[in-house]
């Protein structure tokens, strides 16, 4: 559907953010080459995290150092060779992977087109507990769990659920008609990519109809609930930040 003159669906508050796809801009960032990288959520806006998109031509790539930046990462469409750390493994949509702190990661030899999502944060360390290794995975390998006992909701907790993580990438997946049980208010962020499907995403007190390939970030302590709606599964994927003390 073509977007009116001078008007979006995309709106930035100071607590959430709808990005939709029809307002992207590409940013050149360092380590992305024959990619079109966008910059969907960082630290600008308010948020503690990044979200960053990249598609990839053939021939592109990522090419990261290791530093003190974490990498969560999941391959939307197509496929590539990913290393990470000393992980090497040809992956195609579905794959995901976790890059520690310190661990230089790569994505080369992309089918032209293919798509990643990329959760950036700055590792806490927890005193007394070793880092993170790295992790190359499949989406489909992960079961779904029902969410709070509801069968039409189902919750793929990607990255082992440890102390040593201080974030996790999910993907939940509602039947149409599902919905999160109650409006959740918590302290953890989210950054989240609609994969497929439709419902009605309300952020603080706003009800945003949401569709595949919107982006929203949701600030600590922002109000949240969702229905999915339409005749197919809707999901999302979702970046929170998890397992660090409170102050
Ligand atoms: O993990 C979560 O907090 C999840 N239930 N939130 C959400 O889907 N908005
Ligand atoms: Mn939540």
């Known amino acids: 559907m073509s977007i009116p003159y001078g008007q979006t669906r995309t709106r930035v508050a100071a607590r959430h953010a709808l990005i939709a796809p029809d307002g992207h801009v590409k940013s050149v960032v360092p380590g992305m080459t024959g990619a079109a990288t966008i910059v969907l959520i960082n630290p600008t806006m308010g948020a503690r995290f990044a979200q960053v ?78 880092a993170p290794e790295a992790i190359i995975g499949d989406a489909a390998k992960v079961p779904g769990q029902p969410f709070l006992g509801d069968p ?48 009605v995403y309300r952020l603080e007190d706003s009800w945003y109809p949401v569709a595949a390939g919107d982006v929203i970030w949701m600030a600590s302590y922002c109000p949240q609930w969702f229905v999915a709606m339409g ?17």
């Open 231 to 247: 005749k197919t599964p809707a999901s999302y994927l979702y970046y929170k930040d998890v397992n660090r003390a409170a102050l």
């Open 152 to 199: 039409d909701a189902r919750l793929q907790v990607l990255l082992p659920d440890g102390p040593a993580f201080d974030l996790a990438m999910n993907i939940f997946t509602y039947q149409p008609g599902a919905t999160l049980p109650f409006v959740e208010t918590h302290v953890m962020e989210h950054g989240l990519l609609m994969l497929a499907g439709q419902g």
């Open 53 to 130: 998109v990249v598609t990839f031509e053939a021939g592109g790539s990522a090419v990261l150092p290791g530093n003190d930046v974490e990498t969560a990462g999941y391959v939307e469409t197509g496929g590539a060779i990913l290393t990470v750390g000393g992980l090497k493994q040809k992956v195609a949509a579905g794959a995901f992977f976790y890059a520690p702190a310190g661990a230089a990661w790569s994505i080369t030899a992309p089918k032209k087109g293919t798509r990643v999502t990329l959760f950036q944060k700055k590792f806490e360390p927890l005193a007394g507990v070793a």
